[in-house]
């Protein structure tokens, strides 16, 4: 069970600070947490757990109880560059980062959480074995030249 933020407009550095916070605690002690959090980075942060275990909750019928952070991965997104004038006709670059946040989440149990579609739809295993096919050597083509 995942979800994913991407393009979150705020650097990298600074989001790995909430997300090593909240990794491997459990979805209700990460929310409780993320909330007396002042940082700019926690109400996103809320936001992409409560997802994750929504998703968990309608998919895989989890409760948030049992779910656990297995993982909180915080990578680069997009850069803007913008520019700013600087003394005698030049500029500089300022680059404006985003961040791609994807987090995972896993049964405390560790038991493996199968959707409820895979379980109506999932086909019997057979214990019959297909029977072996023929392997037939190739005959060579012969080529036929046209006389004009």
């Known amino acids: ?60 019928g989890a409760t948030d ?12 997104g997009m850069l803007l560059k913008r520019s700013l004038p600087k003394a005698r006709g030049s500029s500089s670059v300022i680059r404006k980062k985003a961040s791609n946040v994807v987090v995972e989440l896993v049964s405390k149990s560790g038991a493996q959480l199968v959707s409820k579609e895979a379980k109506a739809v999932a086909p019997k295993k057979s214990t019959e074995k297909a029977p072996a096919k023929k392997v037939e050597a190739k005959k060579p083509v012969k080529k036929t030249v046209k006389k004009a």
Do not use: C, W
């Open 65 to 76: 109880e049992d779910l656990t952070i297995k993982s909180m991965r915080v990578d680069k």
């Open 1 to 60: 069970m995942k979800a994913i933020l991407s393009n979150y407009r705020q650097s990298p550095r600074k989001v790995r600070l909430v997300a090593r916070m909240v990794q491997g605690k459990t979805v209700p002690q990460a929310l409780n947490e993320l909330n007396a959090l002042t940082k700019r980075a926690a109400l996103p942060m809320k936001k992409l757990i409560e997802s994750a275990a929504a998703n968990a909750r309608h998919n895989f």
